[in-house]
């Protein structure tokens, strides 16, 4: 941890971060690269949104980074709280999402409909742990920047609903268009 003024800045989410979705990110660009390059498949509505989604993922990693770095002096400290509570918040969605409606499932208050979120075959839970992995375990880790970044900067809570909210948008925006192709 390095100190700003009489605050520590705690890097090491941001390093988790661009390292996990990092690996994420060149899983999904050498998948696709096979596909389309080595056997030939044409690009469809599901590679466009991968990769679309894997651009707006490098862009979470950069925002990370900046959290913690000399460039956070160039971004508005609101400014840069909204997008870290934004991204906590919207990729928290989803996992605890799956993680209420498979709770519901278990407790009998709602019935399967054997796919998507309320899956509840080896798939399923299988596609629940990656969520997790994958949205989830990122999620926590900008909460705790957005936080940090929340007490150095001596920033109101109001930012992170405010931010919560534009990441929702987001995460709405992005199954619509994923709804559409």
């Given at each position: 941890m390095a100190p700003t003024g009489n605050l520590t800045v705690r890097r090491w989410p941001a390093y988790a971060i661009a390292g996990g979705v990092g690996l994420f990110c060149l899983v999904v660009v050498s998948v696709a690269a096979f596909e389309q390059l080595v056997q030939g498949k044409?690009?469809?509505?599901?590679?466009?949104?991968a990769l679309g989604a894997t651009g707006l993922r490098v862009m979470t990693i950069v925002v990370a980074l900046v959290a913690v770095s000399r460039w956070e002096r160039r971004v508005p400290a609101r400014i840069l709280s909204m997008a870290l509570w934004a991204m906590a918040i919207g990729q928290l969605a989803y996992p605890l999402a799956e993680t209420l409606v498979k709770a519901a499932i278990l407790?009998?208050?709602?019935?399967?409909?054997?796919k998507g979120i309320s899956n509840m075959s080896a798939t399923g839970w299988f596609n629940f742990a990656a969520a997790w992995l994958v949205w989830g375990v990122p999620g926590v880790l900008f909460g705790l920047l957005a936080s940090d970044h929340r007490r150095r900067h001596a920033l109101s809570w109001l930012w992170?609903?405010?931010?919560?909210?534009?990441?929702?948008?987001?995460?709405?925006?992005?199954?619509?268009?994923?709804?559409?192709l």
């Open positions: 044409p690009a469809n509505g599901d590679a466009v949104v407790l009998d208050l709602i019935e399967p409909l054997n992170a609903p405010l931010g919560g909210l534009g990441g929702m948008a987001a995460l709405a925006v992005l199954g619509l268009v994923i709804s559409r």
